[in-house]
C-alpha cells in the first residue's frame, strides 16, 4: 500500500510539472506578440533556407525574426546586431507564401538591417501577409557601415540608368494585407529597369492595405502600386526619395492618399497614371518637388484632389489625358504653373482653389480644353501671369484678386 501510495504521487507530480510546463511556455510565448510562430500543418517546418538562392521561404501561418533565427540557427543568414537594441541584419532574401504572415514589431525587433552590398539586391516577396509596427527597415553596406546609395539609378521617359542594386519589398498577389504602421522605411530600391519591379515599396497585391505614421524616405519610389484597391495612405512623411514620391499606376483604384507630407523627391510629388480611377488625394502638403506637386495622368478618371497644400514646385497640380475628375479647395503658392490642364483631358471639374505667388501661369489651361473643362470660381492672387486661356468662354469663371486686375 505504501509502495502504491508513493507511485501515485510521482504520477502527480510528474503530471503537475508537465502542466505546469506547457502552461508557461504558452504564457511566455503568448507575450512576445501576436507573431508567434504556427504551421498550418503542425511542424515545425515552416521556416526553410534555399541555398543558391540565398532565400528564407516562410508558410508559418505566423512567424516572426526571434522564430525563424531559432530555426535556422545560421548567423550568416539572419543575426543579432550588436551594436542596436532588438537590431537584426538580415543576409538574404525572404519570401512570405500565400497564407503565411510575417510579424515585424517592436516585440522583438527596432530595426532590421538588410544587407547591401552594392552588388546583391535581396528582396522581401509578399504572397501572404506582413505587418510592420514601430521598427525601422533598410538596406545596409557592410563595406561602408552605412546604407546602402543607388544615387546612380535614374529615368528619364524611357531613357534609364541601372543603378546600384539595393534590398526592396514586393507584395504580390498576395492573400493578406501588408500594413506599414509608425515605422521608417529607408534606403531601399533602384532602377533596374522598365518593368524591373525593384523600386523600393511596390504593391502589386495586399487590396486592403494600411501605410500609416511611416517615415518613408531615401527609396528609389517611395510607394508604387499596380492594380491594387482599397488602401489607405496616410499621416506619413514621404521624402528624399529619387524619383517619385507617391505613384500609384496601372488600374490601382479606391484608394486614400491623406494628411501626407511629401517633398523633396526627385521627380513628382503624388503621381496616378493609367487607367487609375476613385483615387482620393486630400490634406497633403506637398512642396519642393523636382517637377510636379500632383499630376492626373493618362486616364485618371472619377478622382479627387482637395484641401492639398502645394507649393514650391515647378508645376503645382496638372491633369493630363485625364477625365471626370474633381480639383477643389487646394491652395498652390510659390510655384512656376499653378493648375495645368491639357488639351486631352475633358469633363474635368476645378473650382475654388487659391492660386497665389506663380512665376509663369496660374491656370495653365490649353487651347480646347476650356471648352471640354468646367473652370471656376478660383482665386488668383498676386501671380506674374493670370493667363486664363479663352477665359471668357462659358465654362471658365475665374477671380482676379492681382494688383494690376486685367479684363478676363
Known amino acids: 500500500m505504501a509502495i502504491f501510495a508513493v507511485l501515485v504521487f510521482a504520477l502527480y507530480v510528474t503530471f503537475g510539472g508537465l502542466v505546469h510546463s506547457s502552461s508557461s511556455e504558452s504564457q511566455s510565448s503568448s507575450e512576445t506578440s501576436p507573431s508567434t510562430s504556427s504551421s498550418s500543418d503542425g511542424s515545425s517546418s515552416c521556416i526553410t533556407f534555399d541555398d543558391s538562392e540565398r532565400m528564407i521561404t516562410i508558410t508559418c501561418k505566423t512567424t516572426n525574426l526571434t522564430y525563424i533565427d531559432n530555426q535556422l540557427k545560421a548567423p550568416d543568414i539572419l543575426h543579432r546586431d550588436e551594436a542596436v537594441d532588438k537590431g537584426w541584419v538580415l543576409n538574404a532574401g525572404i519570401t512570405i507564401a500565400e497564407g503565411a504572415a510575417l510579424y515585424i514589431n517592436s516585440s522583438d525587433t527596432s530595426w532590421l538591417k538588410i544587407i547591401g552590398d552594392g552588388e546583391t539586391a535581396y528582396p522581401i516577396l509578399v504572397s501572404g501577409s506582413m505587418k ?11 563595406n561602408t557601415n552605412n546604407y546602402t546609395s543607388s544615387l546612380d539609378s535614374d529615368r528619364d521617359g524611357q531613357d534609364v540608368q541601372i543603378g546600384t542594386p539595393r534590398p526592396y519589398i514586393v507584395v504580390d498577389s498576395a492573400t493578406g494585407t501588408t500594413d506599414i504602421i509608425n515605422s521608417e522605411i529607408a534606403y531601399l530600391g533602384y532602377e533596374s529597369g522598365y518593368g524591373g519591379g525593384r523600386t523600393g515599396l511596390r504593391y502589386e497585391g495586399g487590396d486592403g492595405s494600411i501605410i500609416r505614421g511611416s517615415n518613408i524616405h ?3 519610389f517611395g510607394f508604387y502600386s499596380k492594380g491594387v484597391g482599397d488602401m489607405t495612405l496616410e499621416n ?53 518637388n523636382t517637377k510636379m506637386g500632383i499630376m492626373f495622368s493618362r486616364n485618371m478618371t ?19 489625358e485625364s477625365s ?27 473650382h475654388d482653389n487659391t492660386i497665389a505667388d506663380i512665376a509663369e501661369e496660374a491656370l495653365g489651361i490649353e487651347e480646347g480644353a476650356e471648352e471640354q473643362n468646367t473652370i471656376h470660381s478660383n482665386i488668383l492672387v498676386n501671380n506674374t501671369n493670370n493667363n486664363i486661356n479663352n477665359s471668357t468662354n462659358n465654362n471658365t469663371n475665374n477671380d482676379d484678386d492681382h494688383d494690376d486686375q486685367d479684363s478676363s
Not at 491623406?258 to 521627380?267: A, F, M
Not at 491652395?331 to 495645368?340: E, L, R
Request: net charge negative; aromatic share 6%; hydrophobic share 25%.
Open 132 to 142: 510592420i509596427d514601430s521598427v525601422k527597415i533598410s538596406s545596409w553596406d557592410p
Open 218 to 220: 531615401d527609396l528609389y
Open 236 to 288: 506619413n512623411h514621404i521624402h528624399n526619395n529619387i524619383h517619385y514620391g507617391l505613384d500609384p499606376h496601372t488600374v490601382t483604384h479606391d484608394m486614400t492618399i491623406k494628411n501626407n507630407t511629401v517633398h523633396d523627391n526627385g521627380s513628382i510629388g503624388i503621381i496616378c497614371s493609367l487607367d487609375c480611377y476613385n483615387i482620393t488625394i486630400e490634406n497633403n502638403t506637398v512642396y519642393n
Open 302 to 320: 472619377d478622382s479627387i484632389a482637395r484641401n492639398n497644400d502645394v507649393s514650391n514646385e515647378d508645376r503645382g497640380i496638372v491633369m493630363s
Open 324 to 350: 471626370n475628375n474633381e480639383v477643389y479647395n487646394n491652395t498652390i503658392t510659390n510655384s512656376g504653373s499653378g493648375i495645368d490642364v491639357d488639351e486631352d483631358s475633358f469633363d474635368n471639374n476645378i
